[in-house]
């Protein structure tokens, strides 16, 4: 095993982007954010889109400071949010071949949808009219969204779906651009609802039976975290001034945080918290109970085989999007500020609202959403910024309390502590107040787990650091503090 090395890590989110240096070795594990840019998504005629070409551009430049200051770099891995994709076709004519076993360079078909989208509500009806949620549970273990990869696919355009020879992940994609090689990762694809639990395939019985048969050819070999890409093509390493494998990590950013996560999975429920709060349970084996139905649970593949049994809160997407509502027609809003003049509003004051209905879904004006939710329910909404900014984290806090014992109890683990990881783990007042309201001590950290993640697996693929996740997730306590907070009445 190697003293040290270095890797570089492509982390996409849903509102911004970044590309970090990972130095790791057996006692270290160091991060230098190299760039960060902004993940705005694009309305043309036909819907929200993501400007996936501007964000690969950016994660291109960041990818030449990453060289610039560590030639040496081992690999590359790259993770998004799950669901979308893109649609690809054989520039040259020449089809790609079952499953996309080839190299053949491939054309985009347009620009890949952004899941808040609504066209997939138009997916949902025509998949359920063929297959109810109950039934689609049973075999894929996902909770239902109306924006899954599966409704996605039953709302495109048919005569994409006809020319289409690859249809690839977001973070499959980024790798393809990189590599030419088309591959899809495990722990994104189990997202997609396509993929069969049983066995871990594609479900190709599925596909037919939603009258999606033809994407049979369509999607890709699938591999799993710590399998060697390839190299950079030629003229990509050229253009970044160095070369590189491109390795597969827990390309589903919450995949990636949770191995990042420094817990005890018999012992600790996590909550990755950004524009999402996914708030889970580390198990062996998919919870496909009846239970696991009803609460709305979904089972998502995690590194070294493990199961990811969370939900899907709202999370810090109403909060920012609120900021950014009052941003339009004011001033820049400073969000400790804002945070600050929250916790001195009595939370009795506020009301409670359910962050997961669909209305909070899609950006708009959420103060307004707030307001009709209040008004539909008996409740008093707020009147002052601090008021909606307070009235949200109490929102979120119960929902996480509630979601933190609801997967506890599915999973069977007798939880004694919440670990928070990502931009929440530095919400002190959410923080705090998910301890009260669950009764369980809070420890908060690592911020950077996503990229954590994302580098410790490449760093294992490439001998700097080796065996399970428990030893990695103690090299992450080992070299990153915590911050605990206790349950206050």
């Known amino acids: 095993m190697s003293e040290t090395g270095a890797v570089a890590a492509v982390d996409l989110g849903a509102t911004s982007g970044r590309v970090i240096v990972g130095r790791v070795g057996p006692d270290l594990l160091e991060t230098t954010t190299v760039a960060r840019f902004a993940n705005d998504p694009i309305v043309l005629g036909d ?6 070409v501007g964000l690969y551009g950016a994660a291109l430049e960041g990818l030449r400071t990453a060289f610039a200051s560590e030639p040496e770099l081992a690999s590359i891995g790259i993770d998004s949010w799950a669901v979308d994709y893109g649609l690809l076709r054989s520039s040259d004519g020449e089809p790609a071949g079952a499953h996309g076993n080839n190299t053949t360079d491939r054309a985009l078909l347009g620009t890949p949808f952004h899941y808040r989208d609504e066209r997939s509500a138009r997916g949902v009806a025509a998949v359920h009219e063929r297959m109810p949620h109950a039934e689609l549970f049973e075999r894929n273990g996902l909770q239902f969204l109306p924006f899954n990869t599966l409704y996605q696919f039953a709302a495109e355009s048919p005569a994409l779906l006809e020319i289409a020879d690859t249809a690839l992940l ?172 929250a916790a001195t509003v009595p939370p009795a004051s506020v009301p409670l609202f359910d962050v997961n209905d669909p209305r909070f879904l899609s950006p708009g004006d959420m103060p307004a959403r707030i307001d009709a939710w209040c008004a539909e329910h008996d409740q008093v909404a707020p009147r002052t910024r601090a008021g909606y900014a307070r009235s949200i984290v109490e929102s979120l806090a119960q929902a996480f309390a509630e979601a933190a014992a609801t997967a506890a109890r599915l999973g069977g683990v007798d939880a004694r502590t919440i670990h928070i990881v990502g931009g929440g783990a530095l919400n002190a007042l959410l923080c705090q107040r998910v301890a009260d309201r669950s009764g369980l001590p809070v420890l908060a950290g690592p911020v950077e787990a996503t990229a954590l993640g994302n580098v410790l697996v490449q760093a294992r693929a490439a001998g700097f650091v080796s065996g399970s996740l428990e030893a990695l997730r103690a090299l992450v306590a080992r070299t990153h503090g915590l911050r605990r907070y206790t349950p206050q009445a």
């Open 47 to 52: 819907g929200l889109h993501w400007n996936i």
């Open 170 to 341: 977001i973070p499959d994609l980024l790798a393809f651009w990189l590599t030419g090689q088309a591959r899809a990762e495990v722990t994104n694809a189990s997202t997609t609802g396509l993929l069969r639990w049983s066995d871990h395939a594609w479900d190709e019985p599925l596909l037919d039976a939603l009258g999606l048969g033809g994407l049979r050819t369509v999607l890709p070999p699938l591999i799993t975290p710590g399998t060697r890409i390839g190299p950079l093509r030629p003229a990509v390493a050229a253009s970044l001034g160095g070369q590189a494998d491109v390795v597969a990590v827990g390309s589903h950013d919450t995949a990636s945080a949770v191995v990042a996560v420094p817990m005890q999975p018999e012992a600790a429920v996590y909550i990755s918290c950004g524009t999402w709060g996914l708030v889970g349970v580390e198990v062996e084996h998919p919870v496909l109970t009846p239970a696991a139905l009803a609460a709305n649970f979904t089972n998502e593949g995690g590194v070294d085989g493990c199961v990811r049994l969370l939900h899907n809160v709202m999370g810090l997407w109403i909060l920012s999007e609120t900021v950014r509502g009052w941003e339009r027609t004011d001033a820049p809003v400073e969000l400790t500020a804002l945070l600050d003049a």
